[in-house]
């Protein structure tokens, strides 16, 4: 299996611009979390979803962030619109039925100036 | 929220030595993992812990689950250089029934050749 596929791996944009990072869970997992990294907050919970419905959104900072699971294999986040304070790594990870054993991405470096 | 305290925050060491890392917790955890993260990569699973006392090995990676369930230790016997990288703990609840995880700051493990 190719793991969970994170695109694209950088982001640059300018503030005020939407970004949107896309996911692909390993095939077979039904769960799907979206992380974010940060050097002061560490690995946060954004989002997760659970056959592609949404569980709990609690950690998504603000209207701002939004995110779709259209498909069991398809998952998006967007940022609209995006301030410099949303530069991080966001990662994107699934699991087996909400198990704890998590495989993440490689992550998508966001920068935003 | 919740939070997991993870100690030490960076550590330097020799090549040959042995590496001490815990993770602790105000609340009990009915799973401890640990994790490693290479530069510009996402978290990789070591090792996954379910029952207080256990302890279990993955090489020359030792961790424990806490007595208590409330702390996790790991271990790692005659570091190399590719032991480098960033050592995250995490954490579900007991009260969780899902793979919602609660992770610590991570150590960073730094190997002197």
């Known amino acids: 299996d190719a793991g969970v596929i994170q695109s694209p791996r950088h982001e640059v944009t300018e503030m005020g611009q939407e970004v949107t990072l896309r996911c692909k869970p390993i095939?077979?997992?039904?769960?799907l979390f979206w992380y974010r990294q940060t050097m002061m907050r560490g690995l946060e919970l954004l989002i997760y979803?659970?056959?592609?419905?949404?569980?709990?959104d609690s950690g998504m900072p603000e209207d701002r962030f939004s995110a779709k699971m259209p498909n069991a294999s398809f998952s998006t986040l967007k940022i609209q619109p995006s301030e410099p304070r949303d530069s991080a790594v966001y990662f994107c990870?699934?699991?087996?039925?909400?198990?704890?054993?998590?495989?993440f991405g490689s992550g998508t470096q966001l920068s935003v100036l | 929220g919740q939070q997991l305290n993870q100690s030490p925050q960076s550590m330097f060491i020799q090549e040959g030595e042995d590496v001490s890392m815990n993770c602790t917790s105000s609340s009990i955890f009915n799973t401890w993992l640990w994790y490693k993260q290479d530069p510009g990569e996402g978290p990789v699973l070591l090792i996954a812990?379910?029952?207080?006392?256990e302890l279990t090995s993955n090489g020359r990676l030792t961790a424990q689950f806490g007595i208590t369930r409330k702390d996790s230790f790991l271990n790692i016997s005659a570091s190399i250089p590719s032991d480098v990288g960033i050592y995250f703990c995490a954490g579900r609840m007991r009260s969780s029934n899902t793979g919602k995880l609660i992770f610590g700051q991570g150590t960073t493990l730094q190997v002197k050749p």
């Open positions: 979803f659970n056959n592609n419905v949404p569980i709990d």
């Open positions: 095939s077979g997992h039904n769960s």
């Open positions: 812990l379910y029952k207080a006392g």
């Open positions: 990870a699934s699991s087996f039925q909400g198990n704890e054993k998590l495989f």
